[in-house]
């Protein structure tokens, strides 16, 4: 029988937070041991870092030129002939995911045999004027049904009072911890080893909605973290470090300076979060051998996108800082047929389209040809993989900070498309993005060359960005291109 898959996502996790990485606080031992055991990739990236366009390429394989999703937007329809899901339910498999899709209509299975759905807080969904009945978040969303049914039929999970976009707030898990969204996408994928079709592999997405906010960490995590000293955020030279309008006093602030109490608080939430999602990835592991499917099981786990978390004195992600635009990607492969350079460490650039074609190189499944990502594979074995693309590009469309961005893993090139500011980062000597090299004199030859490089990316494109010779300032950015709309 061909190998199971299980593909674990979570939602706004930065890629440093691994202390496999080096991360000086972070504890995360059942994802270190993975990346032990298997290969991980040191710069992989979310090319639009936000849940929507990260999760198209997820499940698409497609660059966002092609699946068309370049900026975040709720309510347009998912329609993709060909998705990573019903590639594998095409091929045999037993499909199931638990947890977090983001695609609309909100119950599109996308493929999947079946989806046990938490999105989380969607705005167009708790507004009931802006949806139909079966896209009523008390209708469409099985967490909050199922934590009516176990908490009391009052139970919402706002009943805390945190934002679903706050990163400066937190507080602990204000119910039983076995209620939390965390140990429900557990129990859930656990119930689906129970009742699978064991005459067909399976292919599992197990996708948490934390360590996204709100920060509510189980009581016992959060302990992990207080009275420590919590790493300080990197200000580089280029930040705006006077929040003139104060913006830092709202919960769900973009930027600005935060009471440094209420900062320390919400990162150790974060980390707490992290440690509680590791914490349960043990539980399903265990799981796993308990139901005699551990050793046939391929496992990947990544991020749509990071947290920047008071990095430059932003917040949330959508921006190109490598806080929002980097996430973990690992791959394990207990069952020896891969063969994996076990404890590799992969430093080549990879982005979330190649996730797809990955886990079908590694299943025996045929990749289609709408797919734009390539599989790792290659780069995860002894002696391999030294022909790889030479950069990614990513971008977000989001009002006067729109911008798009290129990088090897080892510089990365900005253009801001409304204003023309450049920035450009040796991240090799720099990974914290401190210092703007964009203005320097003897950088211009390798502006050049990066700009050269966005200006061949963005020809023929809709928004006018360039004339194949130069970019042009100030076209209007938008969130979906046209073939979506």
């Known amino acids: 029988m061909k190998p199971n898959v299980l593909l674990i996502t979570v939602d706004q996790m930065r890629g440093d937070c691994l202390h496999y990485l080096g ?28 849940c929507v366009p990260a ?13 068309g999703r370049v900026g975040y937007k709720d309510k347009v329809p998912w329609n993709y002939e060909h998705t990573l899901a019903g590639e594998f339910a095409g091929a045999g498999y037993h499909t199931q995911c638990i947890g977090k899709m983001h695609v609309y209509p909100t119950r599109n299975l996308c493929g ?99 360590p996204h906010p709100p920060l509510d960490p189980p009581q016992a995590f959060l302990d992990l973290y207080e009275g420590i000293e919590l790493p300080q955020p990197p200000i580089g030279d280029w930040a705006d470090i006077h929040d003139r309008n104060r913006e830092g006093l709202s919960p769900t602030t973009f ?34 051998f308990e139901y005699g499917v551990r050793k046939n099981t391929i496992i990947m786990f990544t991020s749509d996108h990071g947290d920047l978390m008071g990095d430059h004195c932003l917040y949330q992600k959508r921006l190109p800082y490598e806080g929002s635009a980097k996430v973990p990607f690992l791959l394990n492969d207990p069952t020896g047929t891969l063969g994996l350079e076990t404890g590799k460490m992969v430093d080549q650039v990879v982005e979330l389209q190649d996730m797809m074609p990955t886990l079908l190189h590694s299943a025996g499944i045929a990749i289609p040809n709408s797919v734009d990502g390539m599989s790792v594979l290659p780069l995860s074995k002894s002696g391999e993989g030294s022909e790889w693309r030479p950069f990614i590009h990513g971008e977000h469309a989001m009002d006067e900070l729109s911008y798009h961005y290129l990088t090897d893993g080892k510089q990365k090139y900005i253009w801001f498309s409304q204003t023309g500011e450049e920035q450009l980062f040796n991240l090799t000597e720099d990974p914290q993005e401190l210092s703007n090299l964009a203005n320097k004199p003897h950088h211009q030859e390798l502006m050049g060359m990066w700009r050269s490089r966005l200006i061949g990316e963005l020809q023929g494109r809709e928004e006018g960005y360039t004339d194949g010779i130069k970019l042009i300032i100030g076209q209007t950015p938008q969130a979906c291109l046209s073939p979506l709309m």
Request: hydrophobic share 35%; glycine share 6%; net charge positive.
């Open 55 to 67: 999760r198209a390429a997820m499940m698409t394989g497609m660059k966002q030129r092609n699946h």
């Open 23 to 50: 991360h000086p606080v972070i504890q995360t031992p059942n994802l270190d041991n993975l990346a032990r055991g298997g290969v991980t990739f040191t710069n992989a990236y979310t090319a639009t870092p936000s």
């Open 112 to 210: 999947f045999h079946n989806v046990v759905l938490h999105d989380g807080y969607m705005h167009y969904n708790r507004d009931r004027s802006a949806t139909t009945p079966l896209g009523w978040w008390d209708q469409c969303d099985d967490y909050v049904n199922w934590l009516r049914d176990k908490a009391g039929a009052r139970h919402d999970i706002m009943d805390h009072g945190l934002d679903c976009n706050s990163s400066t707030v937190a507080r602990p898990w204000h119910l039983d911890e076995s209620l939390h969204p965390t140990n429900w996408a557990v129990t859930q994928s656990i119930d689906f080893l129970r009742r699978r079709d064991p005459s067909k592999p399976f292919f599992l997405w197990t996708s948490f909605v934390r």
């Open 255 to 288: 930027r600005g300076i935060v009471h440094e109490r209420m900062r320390q608080k919400a990162l150790a939430a974060y980390y707490a979060l992290i440690t509680h999602i590791d914490n349960q990835i043990g539980r399903l592991l265990n799981a796993l």
